[in-house]
Nanobody, 121 residues
Framework: QVQLVESGGGLVQPGDSLRLSCAAS????????MGWFRQAPGKEREFVAE????????YYRDSVKGRFTISRDNAKMTVSLQMNSLKPEDTAVYYC??????????????WGQGTQVTVSS
């Protein structure tokens, strides 16, 4: 059983930064593609970013490219999402995800419980 626990969400102003973290409890963390999704009120959950098992490749949705950075530490079994220049449209519940596939799918094997990010002046 894999458990993913997110932290770091909160209320920030437009232009601020926030760092989300996800701690995993799993025997073979490096065997998973890790990623972040988000879901805004009244909208479907959407992909935000993913990182491959080694941390050597990462992918982002277009709207966050250049502002968000995903990283992972296999020794600590954590994945992080550094979010800079936040905008009100980034407001959502952010979910950590783990997928055994080489690329993140829309139905990853495991989800975290989510952490709220609110960007408002």
């Amino acid at each position: 059983q894999v458990q993913l626990v997110e932290s770091g969400g909160g209320l920030v102003q437009p232009g601020d930064s926030l760092r989300l973290s996800c701690a995993a409890s799993v025997r073979t963390f490096s065997g998973y593609t890790m990623g972040w999704f988000r879901q805004a009120p009244g909208k479907e959950r959407e992909f935000v970013a993913e990182i491959n098992w080694s941390g050597g490749r990462s992918y982002y949705r277009d709207s966050v490219k250049g502002r968000f950075t995903i990283s992972r530490d296999n020794a600590k079994m954590t994945v992080s999402l550094q979010m800079n220049s936040l905008k009100p449209e980034d407001t959502a519940v952010y979910y950590c995800a783990a997928d055994l596939s080489p690329r993140m799918t829309l139905t990853p094997d495991y989800w975290g419980q989510g952490t709220q990010v609110t960007v408002s002046s």
